[in-house]
Each structure stands twice: as C-alpha cells, then as structure tokens.
C-alpha cells in the first residue's frame, strides 16, 4: 500500500504476483496451509493469496519487495536440501535467514544435482557420472559415452531439468533416431505419437522422477518439454534450450550433422550413447562414432567415456556387459 505525500489517507493497493513453478505448492503451502500461516504471521502488513504456483502479495511495495526475497530464499533451500520444515521457514524469515542456505551446505550435497519427486536425491553417483555433471557447466556441448546402465541419459535429464527450474533455459527438447533394436514401430498400434511413445519411455521414465505428473504435462502441453524423433529436429534452430540426444550411436552420419547442427544461442547440447549397442543397418557408420573422432579436440566440446565401473543398476548388470564384451577380446 502506497500513501500520497499530500493526503496520507489514500493509498494506492499494489500487487504482485510471485510464481514459483520449479517447487510443488504443498512445500511452501504445507498441509491445510500450515506452511503459509507461518509465512502470513511474518508480513501482517501484507495480504497474500496463495493460487496453485503463484501468491499474490498486496501491500507496500518495499513489504512485497521484501516478501518476494524471502519466498525465492525459501524455494532455493528446498532446491539444494530437499526439505522445508516449519522450522527452516521460521529461520528463514527470521533475522538469520540469510545465512542459513549456506549454513546448511556441506560436503555431503556436494553432488546433488536435484530434488526429485517425494524427496528423491538425484545425485552423481560416480567419477564419470561428475565429470558430466562439471563439464557441462564448462563447455555448451557434451558426449557421453558408455555402456548401459552407467546412468548417462538420467544425469543428463537430470541436468536439463535443473536448467529448467533455474530458468537458464526456457525449455528442454529430448529426443532419439527411430531405430528400433529388432522390432518394427510400424506394425505398433495406434497414430505416430502412440507408436513412438512407447520408444521414448526412457525419456519419459527419467522426467517422471523428477518432475511431477501434473506439472510434467503442463510443460509437454505447452511445448517446454519436447519429445521427439530425430527427423523432428531438421530444419530447426533450437535458442534457449537444454537439448539430449538419446541413443546417439543409431545415428548415421548425415543424421548426426544435422542435429549438431541445429544448435542455437545460448544453447547446451547433450549426447549419449553406446558404441556397442550400434543398430543400424550392415555397413552403415555410426554418426556418433564419427562425430567423437572428428570433434575431439574441438574447443568447447567435452567427449567423457563411461565404463563398467559407472554401471548404477543391478550388479548383474556389469557382469553381464563384461561377460559380452570377453567375446569381442577372444
């Protein structure tokens, strides 16, 4: 609420709408508004409204000001510990609130790289796994090579998503070859979408950790988040986007200069595959096999191979990859 210097009897209401849409409502809420009593009692001068992803916040501006500081500190907390209890909130508010982020930071978050759903910690896990994560802070395209289950396409979701949330990209675009390991997508069921979706579940599957479902499908609605075949992306230039290719070793050549290609302003570019998973067709080159030798010593590209130490899954897993690749050496 402003007052006139001449009359200081009329004010003038202001508002402000303040959207926090990288953290479920219910952590700033809390249950039956629990979180947001507490949040009311520390700004009697303001009137808030809380709608879904946004509050609404009517007062002095220096008061709104002030709240918007403190809303976007509680929501940065929770983004680096996971957890935003009644008593984190009160500290926030409170006089040391400033300090607290840091305060709570130690070694033991060093390699988070998001909050996922209901608490879930999405972390590196391994030595490559944090030099994907470090790299691409580093350089603005990344290949990540390896065998399965070594967690390459999950750190990368993870990463875009974190972009996402941290507004350094206005959208994320995933996508593969459709190349189908021994199966033929057209004899599936259904439209285009219903035949390729089953194709892009991994994708699926990593973003459903991470995001949740009704907010997953706000932002596929409304084009933030892209899942598309690579023949999708000709003739694009992909600005202000967080972009993976998946299963990049079932791209030909051609393919692969297309997409890296399409790269575009403040831009980062992820690929992954795996060299012994190659699915195309006898005599064809993998356009990622390609692209590694002919890239390697480019500035600003970062080539990271991943091994058997990097497998995250099962522990049968490394065993059988390693069991498969005893035939290769004999």
């Known amino acids: 609420m402003l007052c006139l210097n001449d009359c200081p009897y009329i004010c003038i209401m202001l508002e402000k709408i303040i959207t926090f849409d990288s ?30 992803y946004s509050i609404k916040a009517m007062g002095a501006i220096s008061d709104v000001d002030f709240f918007e500081k403190k809303l976007n500190m509680m929501v940065e907390y929770y983004h680096k510990n996971g957890v935003l209890t009644d ?3 009160e500290r926030l508010l409170g006089q040391t609130g400033n300090n607290i982020i840091e305060q709570q930071l130690d070694g033991a978050n060093a390699d988070v790289i998001l909050f996922g759903n209901n608490g879930l910690v999405i972390k590196a896990k ?18 990540a090579i390896g065998p399965a289950g070594t967690g390459k396409t999950y750190t990368a979701v993870a990463l875009a998503v974190k972009a996402l949330k941290n507004k350094e990209v206005k959208r994320i675009i995933l996508t593969r070859p459709a190349v189908e390991a021994g199966e033929n997508l057209g004899f599936l069921p259904g439209d285009l979408k219903e035949k390729l979706d089953p194709y892009m579940q991994p994708l699926y599957d990593a973003l459903y950790d991470m995001i949740p479902q009704d907010k997953l499908n706000q932002y ?40 890296l290609t399409r790269m575009g302003n ?9 060299a012994t998973q190659v699915d195309l067709p006898h005599k064809q080159t993998s356009g990622l096999l390609q692209a590694v030798k002919l ?18 899954r099962h522990k049968l897993v490394k065993s059988i990859i390693e069991q498969y690749e005893s035939i290769h050496k004999n």
């Not at 944090?130 to 790299?135: A, D, E, Q």
């Not at 403040?266 to 795996?274: H, L, M």
């Not at 480019?298 to 091994?307: F, P």
């Open 266 to 274: 403040n831009a980062k570019f992820v690929i992954t595959g795996d």
């Open 87 to 89: 008593a984190v909130i």
């Open 220 to 259: 596929i609605e409304n084009h933030i988040i892209q899942i598309a075949p690579l023949a999708f992306m000709r003739g694009r230039t992909l600005d202000n986007a967080f972009v993976i290719l998946d299963e990049a070793q079932n791209t030909t050549e051609s393919q692969m200069k297309m997409f």
């Open 23 to 52: 953290i479920e409502p219910i952590e700033i809420y809390g249950v039956n508004d629990s979180k947001l009593n507490i949040i009311k009692r520390f700004f009697p001068k303001l009137k808030l409204v809380a709608r879904g």
């Open 295 to 312: 890239l390697k010593n480019v500035e600003g590209i970062s080539i990271i191979e991943l091994n058997n130490a990097d497998v995250i």
């Open 126 to 143: 391994t030595d490559n796994q944090r030099r994907i994560v470090n790299s691409i802070f580093k350089n603005d395209m990344l290949f």
